[in-house]
Nanobody, 121 residues
Framework: QVELVESGGGLVLAGGSLRRSCAASGRTFSRATMGWFRKAPGKEREFVARITWISSSTSYADSVKGRFTISRDNAKNTVYLQMNSLKPEDTAVYYC??????????????WGQGTPVTVSS
């Protein structure tokens, strides 16, 4: 059974930092695209960042570019999201996601449980 377990969410002051982790189990995700999405109250879920398995190339939403950094440790089957210079508009429930291992598609096939991040001004 595939499971993506997130950690590192919480409450932080504007301008602060948080580091999110997502550990995968049940399968090896070294050949999967891993990413983060978020859903703010009253808004649709949106893409935040992803890192591919083919070349470990990264991509980011414009709203977080330059502030967030995604990385992965394949030996630990874990993906990270370092969030710096946080703003109140970053407040949302953050979800880890993974594509089907071995697929060239970046489309998420597995989701974490979601963990809230609250940025207070």
């Amino acid at each position: 059974q595939v499971e993506l377990v997130e950690s590192g969410g919480g409450l932080v002051l504007a301008g602060g930092s948080l580091r999110r982790s997502c550990a995968a189990s049940g399968r090896t995700f070294s050949r999967a695209t891993m990413g983060w999405f978020r859903k703010a109250p009253g808004k649709e879920r949106e893409f935040v960042a992803r890192i591919t398995w083919i070349s470990s190339s990264t991509s980011y939403a414009d709203s977080v570019k330059g502030r967030f950094t995604i990385s992965r440790d394949n030996a630990k089957n874990t993906v990270y999201l370092q969030m710096n210079s946080l703003k109140p508009e970053d407040t949302a429930v953050y979800y880890c996601a993974a594509s089907e291992p071995g697929s060239v598609s970046t489309r998420p096939a597995y989701w974490g449980q979601g963990t809230p991040v609250t940025v207070s001004s």
